[in-house]
C-alpha cells in the first residue's frame, strides 16, 4: 500500500500547453518558402525524427514545443507532404484549391478556403 500524499506539498509542476492555431482541413502558407498546403495532422510538439530536427539550419530551425504541421502541400514545381512548425505558417488568403494528388483521399470539399474531411476520417 503507498503512503497518502503529503496534503502540503506543491502540485506537481505541468508542462506548457501549446495551443493549435490551424485545424484541419485548413489552407497554409510558408513564412519563408514559397508553398502551401492542407493541414491533415496535427502534432500538439514536434514530433518526427531528431535526424531530420539536426538537418535543419541552426539560425532557421524551430522550437520544438509548438504545434507542428502535415501539409499535403505544393508548390511551383510539385507536390509533396511537408511537416511544418507553427510559427512558419500563416493562413492562405487565396482561397483557391490546393492542387495534390492525395486531397481526394481525405477530403470530400472545398468551400470558404478550407477543406472538409471525409466522413470515414473524421473521429
Known amino acids: 500500500m503507498s503512503e497518502p500524499r503529503n496534503l502540503h506539498?506543491?502540485?506537481?509542476?505541468?508542462?506548457p500547453?501549446?495551443?493549435?492555431?490551424?485545424?484541419?482541413g485548413d489552407v497554409?502558407?510558408?513564412?519563408?518558402f514559397d508553398f502551401r498546403g492542407v493541414v491533415f495532422d496535427v502534432d500538439p510538439v514536434f514530433a518526427n525524427s531528431e535526424e531530420w530536427y539536426e538537418a535543419i539550419p541552426v539560425?532557421?530551425?524551430p522550437r520544438k514545443?509548438?504545434?507542428?504541421y502535415h501539409l499535403l502541400a505544393e508548390n511551383a514545381e510539385s507536390s509533396y507532404v511537408a511537416y511544418?512548425?507553427?510559427?512558419?505558417?500563416?493562413?492562405?488568403q487565396s482561397d483557391e484549391p490546393?492542387?495534390?494528388?492525395?486531397?481526394?483521399?481525405?477530403?470530400?470539399?472545398?468551400?470558404d478556403g478550407r477543406y472538409?474531411?471525409?466522413?470515414q476520417h473524421r473521429h
Do not use: K, Y
Open 65 to 68: 514545443d509548438q504545434p507542428f
Open 84 to 92: 511544418v512548425s507553427q510559427q512558419n505558417l500563416v493562413a492562405d
Open 17 to 24: 500547453v501549446a495551443h493549435a492555431r490551424f485545424s484541419i
Open 98 to 111: 490546393v492542387e495534390h494528388p492525395a486531397i481526394n483521399g481525405l477530403f470530400d470539399a472545398f468551400a
Open 28 to 32: 497554409v502558407r510558408h513564412r519563408v
Open 116 to 119: 472538409r474531411l471525409r466522413r
Open 9 to 15: 506539498e506543491a502540485p506537481l509542476a505541468m508542462p
Open 59 to 61: 539560425e532557421v530551425r
